[in-house]
């Protein structure tokens, strides 16, 4: 099992480092950026000479990666923040992303685990195929469409829930006050609509091929009733997919939701991959580009090896 | 008889079924179903397939019929008929679209709304009665206006048109422009061109709004030549238009040689300008685009970007997983780990290199690009599921069998195995389709593709610039939300039915 976590790890890295030479190659050949020669041109001379913008693209690359390595420096932002250190910017921006999707996988992980066990439950009856219905429209709308929604009834026609995200500065300097949770209520709720009925489609799918197994069977028939069999056998068995798949949502709270962000004003790493784009501050892009792949390389691994340590028939299978 | 009593039948009564004809091998009676129709059937008993399936249809007629039948082309475009509401002169019989909706106005407002009416029936200039101006074809007002009073202040509840409520422009036009003009007034009987408004008078509130034919004060409420305010429900309004030297009342001011300055009601120029009265059946856009043309155009170009994608990553990813599960060993390690570095990159990350590499180069087109950017990423879950088929099917007996009759790998390949992935295959590729619509009109939200022009749009475009007018006028973002999600359910709803038809034993875990 440990030799098999290391190599899948390793390959993860093979992969990202691929990945990221890619992308710097393919970054490094668009239109160079011209010196801006702010109020600190001298410094933003120096700088750009230590980072080589004006030596060959796979120089750069060298001194790039060196850089990463040694003093963890992913480049410099020009546009977005004027000479500050790309990790800094980034990580300013992580903490409203974070929040925004930490809440709403607090608030849709038990709802859509139990609206998939009651309809697993009610397999079909009327409420099963209520719930199916409602679970099939709600996965297939875009969220987008749900933020408007949730904008005009919650916002516009009852003025409940401010429209947008407070500024940091309107709630008060952090991230923490009752204003700012007010105002983060839409966005959550707008990312919550499909994570919910996801979940609960995937948890209704296994409890209920879980359900029907022989060894469900037995354990009724050896006297547990109903309820006991279901707790003990049916529901430990069936979270066996369904947790690697919440642990790589977890994971993907820091990917958040670009279109959300962006409807609500989140001042989020969305918001800031969209304006390093609109402005091309490459170092910026190259970084939170990079930052997205690791998330989505990560989430994969996790659920590859997450089947191999709550179930141990994968790690057996894998000897 | 009881089953006990069996061993007892009597020997003479006993006697062998079928004992004089011996049963050969009977030719079926019915026609064997192949495995297409075989899926038809399944698929036909599910209900809410179907039903998507006609959906699907439908929304295709719709984004492929609706210019040839539509009076206003894609790049059709009126900035002063902007935001207007959705109206029908044949819906509006029984309710719908009637191009109207209710506002409380306070006296000044209502003023203004019921000097439209006014002016409109006061061809020329000669002054009309309130009561003519409610009469009035052009009134904005279409019911209600009674006043009643809360806290000390006038309010009227009226039923306002709001292509009506345009009321009037100014409008600059050449001496022939004046002319045809002229002459349209007289060929049609409506009347085109009103009195001109003394727009450099005292009484003047607006210099660019047309509405104001009256005399007003500086904050717009109407007064007479004296400059007392007039109240509403009791004065009549005074006119303020612009007179010639010799006194008689002007319909154009000359501001510039061969160039006349004149007064126009915007319904009546409409009608001029495109043969027909305005009635736009889903209303219009903020830049004045018909939304329900711009809806089709969007719509056919999310579908038509969605197809081209399913079928090149339907031909990629087959052949792609055909050699990977059929070879297997160091191939298939090779090309997985091909795929896995490719499944690693962000779809977002290529989406926005393809734009910024690719497109504001100027090489290709916003669509070739993001057909790319969709190619290059979405064929991996089609390889995925023939490599696994592959896998299920290479070492059967028939395959065997296949091989050692001495057939070729690519026969063996494509006559032998591949057909039992096709089912898989179909039913990815329909499930590709919901997809590249989210992503794409995401992109397009974003604003990282680009492909809104005046003779093309995508639906992500109509929802980022229709979000603007979210909470006053939502039916400009409504329409195209509505579109894309029952594209998205549609899709999702018949590519499930299509693959538990195609798989009979997936059936019922998964609704």
Redesign the interface.
């Known amino acids: 099992m440990f030799k098999y976590v290391l190599k899948r790890i390793a390959l993860v890295f093979v992969t990202f480092f691929i990945i990221m030479t890619m992308c710097f190659i393919l970054i490094k050949l668009l239109q160079p950026e011209k010196p801006m020669l702010g109020a600190q041109a001298a410094m933003e001379l120096a700088r750009r000479e230590a980072l080589g913008y004006n030596k060959p693209i796979l120089v750069q690359y060298a001194i790039y990666l060196r850089n990463i390595l040694t003093k963890w420096d992913w480049g410099t932002s020009w546009e977005i923040d004027y000479m500050a250190p790309v990790n800094e910017v980034i990580f300013d921006r992580l903490l409203p992303t974070v929040l925004i999707n930490l809440y709403s996988m607090v608030f849709s992980v038990p709802f859509g685990i139990i609206i998939g066990i009651y309809a697993a439950l009610k397999k079909n009856r009327w409420q099963d195929h209520l719930i199916s219905t409602w679970i099939m429209i709600f996965v297939s709308v875009p969220s987008y469409v749900y933020a408007f929604i949730v904008q005009y009834f919650l916002s516009y026609k009852t003025g409940w829930f401010p429209l947008i995200m407070s500024s940091y500065a309107d709630a008060g300097g952090t991230f923490f006050s009752w204003t700012m949770f007010r105002s983060m209520v839409l966005p959550v709720l707008a990312l919550s609509f499909s994570t919910i009925a996801s979940l609960a489609r995937y948890t209704r799918a296994e409890l209920t091929e879980v359900l029907t197994s022989d060894f469900m069977l037995l354990a009724r028939t050896k006297g547990l009733t109903s309820r006991q069999a279901t707790t003990r056998h049916a529901l430990r068995n069936a979270m066996v997919p369904i947790l690697p798949m919440i642990i790589s949502m977890f994971i993907g709270v820091l990917d958040g939701s670009l279109i959300i962000e962006k409807i609500f004003a989140v001042p989020g790493v969305g918001g800031l991959y969209l304006n390093s784009i609109n402005l091309l501050d490459y170092d910026v892009f190259m970084a939170v580009g990079m930052f997205y792949t690791f998330i989505n390389l990560s989430s994969m691994i996790v659920i590859d090896l997450s089947y191999g340590f709550i179930d141990p028939r994968v790690r057996m299978g894998e000897r | 008889m009881k089953p006990t009593d069996l061993g007892n039948i009597p020997a003479e009564k006993l006697e062998f079924a079928h004992q004089s004809d011996i049963r050969h091998d009977v030719k079926f009676e019915t026609k064997p179903l192949n495995y297409f129709q075989d899926a038809w059937l399944r698929f036909r008993k599910n209900k809410?397939s179907v039903i998507a399936f006609i959906i699907i249809i439908a929304i295709v007629l719709f984004a492929f019929l609706t210019p040839l039948f539509s009076r206003y082309p894609v790049s059709f475009s009126d900035g002063i008929y902007s935001k207007k509401l959705p109206k029908s002169f044949v819906l509006s019989k029984i309710g719908i679209a009637t191009g109207t909706r209710e506002r409380t106005l306070s006296d000044k407002g209502y003023a203004y709304t019921l000097g439209i009416g006014i002016a409109a029936a006061d061809t020329d200039g000669q002054g009309a009665t309130k009561q003519e101006g409610l009469a009035c074809e052009f009134s904005p007002i279409v019911s209600g206006g009674e006043l009643y009073t809360s806290h000390n202040k006038n309010y009227h509840d009226c039923v306002i048109d709001d292509y009506l409520e345009t009321g009037f422009t100014y409008m600059q036009v050449t001496e022939s422009q004046y002319e045809d003009m002229l002459a349209w007034q007289e060929e049609s009987g409506r009347q085109l061109i009103y009195p001109m408004v003394d727009i450099s008078s005292d009484f003047n509130f607006s210099r660019t709004d047309a509405n104001y034919w009256y005399k007003t004060d500086d904050s717009g409420n109407p007064v007479n030549s004296l400059g007392e305010r007039l109240d509403i429900n009791k004065d009549e309004l005074e006119e303020n238009y612009l007179r010639n030297t010799d006194g008689s009342i002007a319909f154009y001011q000359g501001k510039a040689s061969n160039m006349k300055y004149v007064r126009v009601l915007y319904y009546n120029y409409f009608i001029y300008k495109n043969g027909h009265e305005p009635a736009f059946l889903l209303g219009t856009d903020g830049a004045g685009y018909d939304i329900l043309v711009r809806l089709a155009s969007g719509t056919r170009l999310s579908l038509l970007l969605a197809i081209c994608v399913s079928a090149i990553n339907l031909t990629i990813g087959a052949v792609y997983g055909a050699v990977e599960g059929y070879y297997g060993g160091l191939v298939d390690l090779i090309l997985e780990?091909v795929s896995?570095?490719i499944?690693?990159?962000?779809f977002?990350?290529v989406a926005?290199?393809f734009q910024?590499?690719l497109v504001a180069t100027g090489k290709v087109s916003t669509f070739t690009a993001l057909l790319f950017a969709f190619v290059l990423t979405g064929w991996l879950s089609t390889a995925y599921n023939v490599r696994t088929q592959f896998y299920r099917f290479k070492n059967q007996e028939y395959v065997l069998a296949a091989r050692t009759l001495g057939a070729k790998d690519l026969r063996v390949m494509f006559k032998h195995i591949f057909p039992n992935a096709l089912g898989t295959i179909i039913t990815s590729s329909v499930l590709v389709i919901?997809s590249v619509i989210?992503s794409e009109?995401?992109l397009s939200?974003?604003?990282?593709a680009n492909m809104n022009s005046s003779t093309q749009t995508s639906l992500g475009t109509m929802?980022a610039n229709g979000?603007q007018y979210?909470?006053t006028f939502?039916h400009i973002?409504f329409f195209p939300?509505v579109i894309?999600?029952l594209l998205?359910?549609s899709?999702?709803?018949f590519g499930n039915g299509l693959r538990d038809a195609f798989n009979p034993t997936l059936r019922?875990?998964?609704?």
């Open positions: 809410s780990r896995d570095i499944s690693g990159v962000p977002i990350i926005t290199l910024l590499h919901p989210f009109s995401m939200y974003l604003g990282i929802l979000q979210l909470s939502p973002i939300a894309i999600s998205m359910i899709f999702n709803l019922g875990s998964e609704d």
